[in-house]
């Protein structure tokens, strides 16, 4: 089957480019933030207290005019308090990576994964910056640490890490924690940031400040505890160990063709298949019609989504996916609100991006009070937000419908998790509680102010998006029906426990 790409990404396009729409979607995590990959180090000059203290002035003020995050999961006296403390532990020249990282604990109280800093344009790190790397990974989990890969014979897979340099490895995690913002009381996200994307060591870096060797107190699988001594690793070495045993897990399953980067799998001599979805962009619908029509062709009857690491993205798609399962006529978010009348016109509209300022001014349109929020409406360039929507007339599916999610379903991933749940019967939730929060999100536009003495990015959320959740638990995720933890044999092994239990539940 041919598909006329060019024709779709030009009709897409000229809409798209109309508003400027920018979609609820979480930042990348980044590996060695501090170290920046951006180029060879440099010397610069340090950050003035009083540029720090006036921009973080300006943030704070910002937020407390705006921010659609205010006050609902952390009180206001006490992201106050954490304002003050903040500003008062910075009273000396910091270089731009110090100053985020001092900044990044008062941020994280705000509860808003979307909500984030980012370096300045053209950052370069200080010359004499170099940061250690551990000699392990880890596996977090409860406020614990388990060994994965290693490049010292002294470890083993599976030894949870006691402490490290005599600090409880509980406190690590408590301090990795405030190094990247998340949605409510989650804390899944905050464990796959600290075990997925070096977290862990760079709590060690940015907080303790520990060049290695590590003393570190262990207890093997064995329950026997020990104390070893390692270093800091070397850069090309291969941290996996010699008994790794990683299995092609796709072996029994035939992958479908014309899906585009979406990978659809049939299990061979049955009527199941597995459907992964990636963060929603504009060219999926081609392949969600594409999929779904050999999905029903192959007359399939267990269905796996898979919304792990889906972060989000257009909105819009996610409509068009979820008109293939819903039960029967359906929405895909409650409202968009807004702190302000119009939040375009605010008091701090030279510090945020113009070109998206004009994005939402197309899009969006301000309308009625509704308590102490403002409704707004999208206009027609939009396309459809609110009220019902018909689902699919061709290929819709009705059969078992598993679905896996993870610390990273967020966003309007989680969006779409929360419209599913609440409008279709036969499903089944696997995995780990979502990152984005079930109730809903802080998104839609997302802004980036910018501040103008240290010229540090803000990601700046203006509007709150609220789900169609039936009784959702204020702060939480989308809790699956069924929780699987990973061992970290299978993080070594790359074993998917999720798609076993699924398996599991369709035999």
């Given at each position: 089957m041919?598909?006329?790409?060019?024709?779709?990404?030009?009709?897409i396009?000229?809409i798209?480019?109309?508003i400027n729409f920018?979609?609820?979607?979480?930042p990348?995590?980044k590996k060695?933030?501090?170290?920046?990959?951006?180029g060879?180090?440099?010397s610069p000059?340090k950050?003035?207290?009083?540029?720090?203290?006036?921009d973080l002035?300006?943030?704070?003020?910002a937020?407390k005019?705006?921010h659609?995050?205010?006050g609902i999961y952390t009180?206001?006296?006490?992201?106050k308090?954490?304002y003050?403390?903040t500003y008062?532990?910075?009273?000396t020249?910091?270089?731009?990576g110090?100053?985020i990282?001092?900044v990044?604990p008062f941020?994280?109280?705000?509860r808003?994964g979307h909500?984030?800093?980012?370096?300045s344009d053209?950052?370069?790190r200080?010359l004499n910056l170099?940061?250690p790397?551990l000699?392990?990974?880890?596996l977090?989990?409860?406020?614990?640490?388990?060994?994965?890969?290693?490049?010292t014979?002294q470890?083993n897979?599976?030894?949870e890490?006691?402490?490290?340099?005599?600090?409880?490895?509980?406190?690590?995690i408590?301090?990795?924690?405030d190094l990247?913002c998340g949605d409510?009381?989650?804390?899944?996200f905050k464990?796959?940031?600290?075990?997925?994307?070096?977290?862990?060591?760079?709590?060690?870096n940015?907080y303790?400040?520990?060049?290695?060797?590590?003393?570190i107190q262990?207890q093997?699988?064995k329950?026997?505890?020990?104390t070893?001594q390692?270093?800091?690793?070397?850069t090309?070495?291969?941290?996996s160990p010699?008994?790794?045993?990683?299995?092609?897990?796709?072996?029994?399953?035939?992958e479908?063709?014309?899906?585009?980067n979406?990978?659809l799998?049939?299990?061979n001599?049955?009527?199941?298949?597995?459907f992964?979805t990636?963060p929603f962009?504009?060219t999926d619908?081609v392949f969600?019609?594409e999929?779904?029509?050999?999905?029903?062709n192959?007359?399939?009857?267990?269905?796996i989504?898979?919304?792990?690491?889906?972060?989000?993205?257009?909105i819009?798609v996610a409509?068009?996916?979820?008109?293939?399962?819903a039960?029967?006529?359906?929405?895909?978010v409650?409202d968009?609100?807004?702190r302000?009348?119009?939040?375009?016109m605010?008091?701090f509209?030279?510090?945020f991006?113009t070109?998206r300022?004009?994005g939402?001014?197309?899009?969006?349109?301000?309308a009625?009070?509704?308590?102490?929020?403002?409704?707004?409406?999208v206009?027609?360039?939009?396309g459809?937000?609110?009220?019902?929507?018909a689902?699919?007339?061709?290929?819709?599916?009705?059969g078992?419908?598993?679905?896996?999610?993870?610390?990273?379903t967020?966003s309007?991933g989680?969006?779409?998790t929360?419209?599913l749940k609440?409008?279709?019967k036969?499903?089944?939730?696997?995995?780990?509680?979502?990152?984005g929060?079930?109730e809903?999100c802080?998104g839609?536009?997302?802004?980036?102010?910018?501040?103008?003495?240290?010229?540090?990015?803000?990601?700046?959320?203006?509007?709150?998006?609220?789900?169609v959740?039936?009784n959702?638990?204020?702060?939480?995720?989308i809790m699956?029906d069924?929780i699987?933890?990973?061992?970290?044999?299978?993080v070594?092994?790359?074993?998917?426990?999720?798609?076993?239990?699924?398996?599991?539940?369709?035999?």
């Open positions: 041919k598909i006329n790409y060019q024709s779709i990404f030009k009709s396009f000229c798209l480019a109309a920018i979609a609820c979607d979480k990348a995590a060695n933030q501090t170290a920046n990959p951006n060879p180090g440099v000059q950050l003035t207290v009083k540029g720090m203290h006036d002035f300006i943030l704070w003020s937020i005019e705006m659609p995050g205010y009180p206001t006296d006490s992201l308090m954490a003050d403390k008062a532990a910075i009273d020249p910091l270089y731009e110090d100053f990282d001092r990044y941020l994280c109280q705000l808003c909500t984030q800093l980012k370096h053209g950052y370069k200080p170099k940061l790397h000699p392990f990974e880890v977090v989990r409860n406020h614990h640490a388990w060994v994965t890969t290693h490049q014979p470890m897979t599976g030894d890490i006691i402490s490290i340099n005599d600090k409880p490895v509980s406190e690590i408590d301090h990795g924690y990247y409510g009381y989650n804390e899944t464990e796959l940031f600290l075990s997925e994307y070096d977290g862990f060591e760079d709590a060690c940015k303790y400040h520990w060049p290695g060797p590590y003393k262990l093997t699988s329950g026997v505890i020990k070893i390692v270093n800091s690793a070397t090309d070495a291969d941290g010699a008994n790794q045993k990683i299995a092609d897990k796709w072996a029994n399953w035939t479908a063709k014309n899906t585009g979406l990978p799998r049939f299990l001599n049955s009527s199941t298949a597995i992964e990636k962009a504009y619908t969600y019609k999929a779904f029509k050999q999905v029903n192959r007359g399939i009857k267990n269905l989504l898979d919304m792990r690491h889906n972060t989000g993205g257009d819009r409509t068009q996916l979820l008109s293939y399962m039960d029967g006529s359906f929405s895909i409650r968009v609100k807004s302000l009348p119009n939040p375009a605010n008091h509209a030279k510090y991006d070109s300022t004009t939402f001014n197309a899009g969006y349109q301000p009625n009070k509704e308590g102490i929020w403002y409704h707004i409406d206009k027609p360039v939009w459809k937000l609110y009220g019902a929507t689902v699919a007339k061709q290929n819709h599916f009705n078992n419908l598993y679905v896996l999610v993870d610390g990273a967020f309007s989680a969006l779409f929360a419209a609440a409008q279709r036969n499903v089944k939730f696997i995995g780990r509680e979502t990152a929060a079930e809903g802080n839609m536009t997302l802004q980036e102010l910018t501040l103008p003495n240290t010229k540090i990015k803000v990601d700046f959320p203006w509007m709150r998006v609220v789900s959740a039936k959702p638990a204020p702060g939480c995720g699956p069924y699987v933890n990973y061992t970290p044999e299978d070594v092994n790359k074993n998917d426990p999720d798609l076993k239990k699924a398996l599991t539940l369709i035999k």
